[in-house]
């Protein structure tokens, strides 16, 4: 079992920046993937980026590529997202999420991942 915790969002103007935490406990093992999605009202949860629970890959949605970064610190136990030139459509509850150790490319579905924090809400004004 993995436990999932968010934190970090609140209301940021655009071209502002926030970083969301996710503190994982559990069984986390070094080829696990832990992942942020978001999910805006009507429209399906979207994957956002993941990383290997090592830190040796990682993977964006080309809509976040230059903007966010993934990142994990295992001192810690938990992994973060640095969002910055945020902008309104970026405007969404945001979920940390995790699956066990599986070979080939990260993923990117929600379906394919077996834990999930309760989410964080993230506003961006204009």
């Known amino acids: 079992q993995v436990q999932l915790v968010e934190s970090g969002g609140g209301l940021v103007q655009a071209g502002g920046s926030l970083r969301l935490s996710c503190a994982a406990s559990?069984?986390?093992?070094?080829?696990?993937?832990v992942a942020w999605f978001r999910q805006s009202p009507g429209k399906e949860r979207e994957f956002v980026a993941a990383?290997?629970?090592?830190?040796?890959?990682?993977y964006y949605t080309d809509s976040v590529k230059g903007r966010f970064t993934i990142s994990r610190d295992g001192a810690k136990n938990s992994v973060y997202i640095q969002m910055n030139s945020l902008n309104t459509e970026d405007t969404a509850v945001y979920y940390c999420?995790?699956?066990?150790?599986?070979?080939?490319?990260?993923?990117?579905?929600?379906?394919?991942?077996?834990?999930w924090g309760q989410g964080t809400q993230v506003t961006v004004s204009s």
């Open positions: 559990g069984q986390i093992f070094a080829g696990s993937t």
């Open positions: 990383t290997k629970w090592n830190g040796l890959s990682t």
């Open positions: 999420a995790a699956k066990g150790p599986t070979l080939g490319a990260l993923a990117t579905k929600a379906y394919d991942y077996e834990y």
